[in-house]
């Protein structure tokens, strides 16, 4: 590989690592708070425990999840100067609202979400959750419309041979905005549901005393994945015209991300079509009942993530060899100066963190799903606080 395939794998790849986190993020970050509200309303127990054992994967993966951007961040300034110096003022903008959202207000609400368990108002309790998934929402917003920036630079003019904003709305009318970001939002809850669904799974195969706590899950999980696959798959095709439009060549079988993106679609319609046989299961009780489709179930986990990094792979892809479409290239996005011992060195440095943090997540959500609701160590006690005691919180 030359310096320009070195730096693109090397973002490639830790782009994938860190995307594994946000699609989870974006998954479970609703469904914690659906759990929470149907407490708050009903005051079931049962639904508080729910809220606390899923609201303790979702904080998992969180917290590791912003170490891995912090990682992304920095590539920017290493390996593509380039890109910063021509679009930089366009394409910066998007990014630090993202960073404002996702570092400061979204972990300052789930820092008031964490440690407010009988502690705060139950109606203000309850909307910290919501804010938190408000936040990171937006914050996929923002990323978006700075890919899709790059994918189409819409609302900007080349002044002085650099990119400068014209049109601040087009930014989040852009044609490559539009499908985008509710096939992605989609995608986030068909993980998150699948993420519950095999691991309730787990624990009802196991034949845990908790089985009403796991059957419930499993409903909200398998009915989660269904409405997720039913939008990923809806949005997925629907961008094949707009963005069709816009990149002719993606679609049209002159790039290898073509080939790809018939698998995902075909890959896709697998996931959505066992979906279909899934629910009915459900609503009849057999998921619950039947221990041989448990395993099926929890074989069935990676699918969403594994199908979410492929169709990144594609969108990426199918721009080539255009870093912003039409205006810059990749190669002339590359950092000046760079050598090949540069570019091996960060890719082994980042690509080396990223993986261990991938499987320091995957290790710690494993052991807290094994663990079950019984061990869920997330905010106060399960005593609500009385005058005069003061409780060491924990996390």
């Known amino acids: 590989m030359d310096v320009v395939d070195l730096a693109r794998a090397q973002f490639a790849v830790t782009g994938a690592l860190h995307f594994l986190f946000v699609v989870l993020t974006l998954g479970l970050a609703p469904l ?16 508080e425990r729910v809220a606390r054992f899923w609201g303790q994967i979702y904080v998992i993966n969180y917290v590791l999840g912003v170490v891995t951007g912090l990682v992304m961040e920095f590539q920017f300034g290493l390996s593509w100067s380039g890109l910063s110096h021509y679009a930089g003022d366009v394409f910066g903008a998007p990014l630090a ?82 499908f985008s970001l509710p096939h992605v939002l989609s995608a986030g809850l068909w993980a998150g549901g699948f993420v519950v669904m095999g691991a309730s799974a787990y624990h009802l195969f196991r034949r845990t005393p908790e089985r009403e706590f796991f ?11 269904f409405v997720g696959s039913l939008f990923t798959v809806g949005f997925g095709y629907a961008q094949f015209g707009p963005v069709g439009s816009l990149q002719p060549d993606k679609f049209h079988g002159a790039v290898p991300g073509v080939s790809l993106e018939l698998m995902i679609m075909i890959g896709q319609l697998g996931q959505f079509g066992v979906m279909f046989v899934l629910t009915p299961l459900l609503i009849r009780d057999v998921l619950a009942r039947s221990r041989r489709l448990h395993p099926f179930l929890m074989l069935m986990t990676p699918l969403p993530f594994v199908a979410a990094i492929a ?42 963190v990223l993986a261990l943090l991938a499987l320091v997540d995957y290790v710690l959500i494993a052991r807290a799903v094994r663990r079950g609701p019984g061990r869920v160590m997330l905010g106060a006690a399960d005593a609500p606080v009385t005058a005069g005691s003061v409780p060491a919180p924990s996390l």
């Not at 190669?331 to 090949?340: K, S, Y």
């Open 215 to 225: 059957y419930r899950s499993l409903r909200i999980g398998v009915l989660t994945a």
């Open 97 to 178: 609202m993202e960073t404002l959202l996702a570092f400061f207000l979204e972990s300052t609400f789930l820092g008031l979400w964490i440690f407010g368990w009988h502690r705060l108002p139950r109606g203000l309790h309850v909307a910290c959750i919501w804010l938190v998934t408000l936040t990171a929402y937006a914050s996929a917003l923002f990323i978006m419309v700075a890919n899709s920036f790059l994918q189409n630079p819409a609302g900007s003019q080349e002044v002085g041979g650099r990119l400068v904003l014209r049109d601040f709305g087009a930014l989040f009318t852009n044609t490559a905005l539009v």
């Open 32 to 47: 914690v708070a659906i759990m929470h509200t149907r407490y708050a309303i009903g005051g079931k127990p049962l639904y």
């Open 311 to 352: 169709g990144w792979l594609v969108r990426e892809v199918g721009r080539q060899p255009w870093l912003v479409y039409g205006k810059l290239s990749v190669a002339d996005a590359l950092t000046p100066g760079l050598t090949r011992a540069d570019i091996t060195a960060s890719f082994a440095g980042f690509a080396g």
